[in-house]
Every structure is written in C-alpha cells, then in structure tokens.
C-alpha cells in the first residue's frame, strides 16, 4: 500500500483566501510503503501431553477473528485461536502423548490487511530447527502465571511426565525472584512460595524446575506486572546490642489490626521485633506484631542481639487472619491464614560494633565420658572429651528456651520438645592465651587454642587424645586455668579454684542390652539397671528416650531416678509414645559450682558453670508385639 503525500501550499494559500479553484495539479513529492509484518512466538517448547497456549505478538499484521491458521503437525492439536488485537493473539496447542520428540516446523497463516481492514495479500511463516518448536518428554506449567513487583505469593506446579521428588525439587526463575520453598505432593504435582524483589524487572520470565540432574523449563511461564506491592522500613539500619523504633511504610499493601486481623514484622530470630526473649525466638509465628497506623503505616520496637551477624537482612510484613482451628475456643499462636506477605530484601543492615571480652565475658567448659553403643556388633565405644569456650553473652539471648523445671526424682513424665533449632547467630568468642588448663591434685589436663580461619572463632581442645585414665573419678576438684591473652581487650590471666568435679564412680549400664534392634513392648514397664555411680547433692542421674512420629513431632519420656541401681518405667507413659525407633540415653553429671567473672570495668552478670559427667547412648525400638 502507497500514501500519497502531495503539496498543499497552493490548496492551503487560496482555502485561506477563500478560493477553492486556481491551484495548478501538483505531483507527488513522497510515498510511504507499509513494512513487511513481523511476528514473535512463545513459548516453543513443550512437553508431552501438555497444553500450550501459544502467544503470537505481531508488528503490521492487524488481526482479525478468524485470519490465524497454526501447523504443527498431526500428532499436535491446534486449538481455536483467539485474537486479542490486530497485533496480539493465543492459540492453545495440545501435545499427544506419543508425540514425536524433537524441533519441528510450525507454521503460521493468516491475512495481511490494511489500516481500513481490507484485504490485501497472505503472509505465511514457518520456523524451523531450532528456531522451530520442540517437545520434550516431560515439561512444566504453573498457577497463577502472574505477579506484581514485590509480591509474595505460592504457586501450583504441574508437571507432565515428570518425576518430582521431595528434597531433590527447586525452582529457579531468574535474577530478582526468591523461592522460598518448594513442596512436593507427587511425581507431577508441587506447590512453591516465591518473592518478586520489588526492585525486579517487569516482563516474562522462563521458570525452571530442576529435579536433581533434570530441569523442566517452562518458557515464558511467569509475567511480572509494572504494578507493585512494596515497603520500605526507616531506619534503614542498627548496631549490634542496639534497641531501635522503626517504622514501616508501604505502597499499595493492606496492613490491619481491625478484628482477629494483626500485621507482623519478621526481620530474623536475631533481631526481636515488639518482643523480649525467649519469645521472639519461637518458630510458630513470623517475628512480632506491630502497630498499624494506616493500611500503608506501621511502627514498632527492634532490639537487634549484641550477636546479630553483621549485614543485610530481609524485612518481612505479614498480614494474616486469626482463626480458630482447632475448635478450642481460643486463637492459639500459629492459628492464622496470612493475607498478604510483602518481603524488602536485604532491606535493613546490622552494623558490627566491637566486642570488649574483658566486660562480662562468659566460659562454657566441660570434662566428659561418653559410651555409645552399637547396635549391630554390641560393642561399647568410649570418648573421652575436653573444651573450653570464652565468650561475650548475646543480649537478647538466643536459642530455645528454658525446659520444663525438674520434677520430683522417680516421677516420669512425656514431653514434645521444640523440633529444629532457633535461627541464632555465632556467639562471639574471645581469647584466652595460647593454653588453657584443668588442673587437679592427680593430674592436669591441657587445652590449646584452636581458631576458624574462616570464622575467627576461638575454642580450646585436648592437645593429645584422652583416655578414660585422663578422668580421674573419685569427686576430684579441678581448677581451671588461663594462661591469659596479651591483647587488653581480650581475657587476661586468671585461676578459679574447683571449677569443676568428676563422678565419684566409673558405673556401668546393665539393662537393658541396646543393640541388635532392642525392642520394648509399650504394654510393659521398662527396667533400667546400672551399678550404682554414687552421685551426691550436686550430682544427678537421668534417662531418656527420644524420638519423632510420622508428623516430624519430636516426643521424649524422661526421668530423673535415684542412684540405687534400678529403675522401672512404667507401661503408662510408654503408651503415650508413638512406636518406632528412638534414641537411648542414660547418663550421670555434675553442674556445680557456678560462678562469675569479675575482672572486667561492668557490673558481674553471666553465670558460669562447667559440666563433667559420663552417659550411655543407643537405639531401642518401640514396638508392640504381634497380636497383643
């Protein structure tokens, strides 16, 4: 098609003037001819017994109901086209089975039209090779197939032919998306969370799912809108040991504290958020629940631990329902569906501050026997084990917290002890000198420094391998002993006089015989029988059996009997317990004296206490027997 630009001097002069005659004919100064139409396809990859929708985008093609016609073969159904404008089009492509694998021509149709809609010649298309289309065995689709910058949002995965295992699946879409787990429910079926970082870029993303060695990609599965969900968080960083108010701002979120609807902020277990330890520590709920001023606003109080690795560290929002689940009556933690998670990447930075360890430092020290047995030759094996640790305390402390307190001796009772470990950063340590020693009338035991030269971390071991002649039972009285760093900051020499005792007995675990898959019936009462260790006041005994039932629940039956050789467990509390394999432990120790440091410029404050002791370890099934 030829447009006719002419001059319009003349015209123009005399239509001003107004006189339509007069205007001599004039030639055409230019033409503008149409470009040939272009087109782009996607995806042109596929599994076998998949349905693709294939999205055409065309440049001069002004589509119509009707023009599209696709080839890809006979065993590869074209499904009736959709024509969404002249220049953007879906046609759904449905793979047989038995489809051959490989590149395969694909062929596009249609009529070329002009601006006005009238026909005026065909265009035909065909891509080849590896330009073509190509089917593989297996492939992937997923849903929903689109996201806003900064959302967080789970997907569907669907596979075909596809063999997805629990543990050997991830997902990978490109620079800027987070997967933050995937879940398997079968061979073709998989569920994943994933971030858009809202500093990501829009457009479509190939999306891979890489079981072990094999990786389904599925092209251009994922498009991410120009709209986003965002936050920013002020300030946007703290010291270590820092206690901080903050704010949250976001943009198109939906922050509520109207009803049984909270917003929480997660920023780790190192950083507690409208929390004091140990709560900010659990894993039931994301980080703390804050104060909403608006749907876009919301404050709050960080307290970062003195032991917060330095760095960048991800800010979390979380709007979430509370209901009642399990029919109690009471909107216990846990019991919440989340509306709405809107993640900052590294959006807030820990600063390191210098840690003196002559102010307030802390010594985890220990001196212990330890017997496992094995379960397939019975043998006993020994360890005999030594350590020192100097350390600055984290403030707020990490880790689990405190047990349950210690019942009556003889009493059993079950417990289900928080399964995993809280996220907790590396305790500081510090430098005592080159040698550190646990001295005693009968003998010395020396302890050498020993540093990560990737960590820096500082901890003392034997120098030579101990034997059971290095513990010198009989309530022997250690002193322990640091040589002294020549670093100002670091801990200077010093002596603590009977830091530490051991067992007054070498005793021995009689019943019952862990190995060789030793299996007790819940329906009885289990007999423990040991020679007596003669423990005293500050010495205790303690059995246990533990283990996790087909939930992943951690479950554990515990006792602290009295040394006189024997103890019954009885039928009732074993039949509490799920049935399965478990570890077997029986062992006695001492946790006394405790003590402070006191050679730093602050106030005293952590409590030391070493521990020495000697315990047997095993596997022990429990199983009820056939028929009973």
Not at 98 to 122: Q, V
Not at 224 to 246: D, K, T
Not at 268 to 277: D, L, R
Request: charged share 20%; with cysteine; hydrophobic share 35%.
């Amino acid at each position: 098609m030829k447009h006719v630009l002419a001059s319009l001097t003349c015209g123009t002069a005399l239509l001003a003037a107004g006189l339509l005659s007069g205007c001599p004919e004039q030639e055409p100064v230019a033409t503008i001819e149409s470009a040939a139409p272009q087109l782009r396809i996607s995806p042109l990859i596929g599994g076998l017994g998949m349905t693709v929708d294939l999205s055409l985008r065309g440049v001069n093609t002004q589509w119509q109901d009707g023009d599209l016609r696709v080839d890809l073969g006979e065993d590869i159904t074209i499904g009736e086209p959709t024509v969404n404008g002249p220049n953007n089009a879906t046609v759904p492509v449905t793979i047989a089975d038995s489809a051959l694998l490989g590149y395969r021509p694909i062929t596009i149709e249609f009529d070329r039209r002009d601006a006005e809609g009238n026909d005026i010649s065909a265009a035909s298309f065909t891509l080849r090779d590896v330009d073509g289309f190509l089917v593989q065995p297996g492939g992937v689709s997923i849903t929903p197939d689109r996201a806003r910058l900064g959302e967080t949002l789970t997907i569907s995965i669907t596979g075909f032919n596809t063999i997805l295992q629990e543990g050997s699946a991830w997902v990978d879409m490109g620079e800027d998306v987070y997967v933050n787990w995937v879940a398997v429910q079968d061979e073709t079926h998989a569920t994943a969370s994933i971030s858009i970082d809202q500093r990501a870029e829009p457009g479509w993303r190939d999306v891979s799912v890489r079981n072990g060695q094999v990786v389904y990609t599925a092209v251009e599965a994922l498009f991410i809108e120009r709209s986003s969900i965002a936050i920013e968080i002020q300030p946007e960083n703290g010291n270590q040991g820092e206690v901080l108010p903050f704010s949250v701002e976001g943009f198109n979120t939906h922050f509520d504290s109207t009803g049984t609807r909270e917003t929480l902020v997660d920023m780790s277990s190192s950083i507690c958020v409208n929390e004091f330890w140990p709560d900010c520590q659990d894993t039931v709920e994301p980080g703390g629940v804050v104060n909403v001023l608006a749907p876009t606003v919301a404050t709050g109080t960080m307290r970062i631990s003195n032991g917060a690795a330095a760095g960048l560290y991800d800010v979390r929002a979380y709007t979430v329902e509370r209901q009642d689940f399990d029919g109690n009556g009471v909107l216990d933690p846990g019991e919440f569906t989340i509306l709405e998670e809107v993640v900052l990447h590294e959006g807030f930075e820990v600063r390191p501050v210098p840690i003196d360890c002559n102010d307030n430092p802390g010594v985890g020290f220990s001196f212990s026997v330890s017997r496992s047995i094995d379960n397939d030759t019975c043998n006993v094996n020994e360890n005999v084990s030594a350590s020192a640790v100097f350390y600055t305390p984290l403030d707020p402390p990490c880790g689990s917290p405190p047990g349950p307190p210690v019942f009556p001796y003889d009493i059993n009772y079950v417990i289900n002890p928080p399964s995993g470990g809280a996220d907790c950063p590396t305790t500081p340590t510090c430098d005592a000198g080159p040698y550190v020693y646990l001295e005693s009338e009968l003998n010395t035991i020396t302890l050498e420094r020993q540093e990560n030269p990737f960590t820096g971390e500082i901890r003392y071991t034997p120098d030579r391998q101990l034997v059971l002649d290095d513990y010198k039972f009989g309530y022997v009285a250690y002193d322990l002993w640091a040589e002294g760093s020549e670093d100002e900051t670091q801990i200077p020499e010093f002596r603590k006089e009977d830091a530490l005792f051991t067992l007054p007995s070498d005793f021995e675990l009689l019943a019952p015989q862990l190995c060789n898959n030793y299996t007790h019936d819940p329906s009885e009462d289990l007999v423990v029988e040991w020679t007596p260790g003669n423990t005293y006041d500050v010495a205790g005994m303690s059995v246990s059996w533990s283990t996790t039932d087909a939930d992943e629940v951690a479950w554990q039956i515990i006792t602290l009997p009295w040394d006189d050789g024997e103890h019954a467990w009885e039928q009732e509390y074993w039949e509490q317990m799920p049935e399965g394999g478990g570890n077997f432990g029986f062992g006695a120790g001492v946790g006394e004296p405790k003590w402070f440091f006191d050679f730093g410029d602050g106030p005293v404050g952590l409590e030391n206490e070493g521990r020495s002791g000697l315990s047997y370890s095993g596997f022990m099934l429990v199983r009820a027997e056939e028929g009973g």
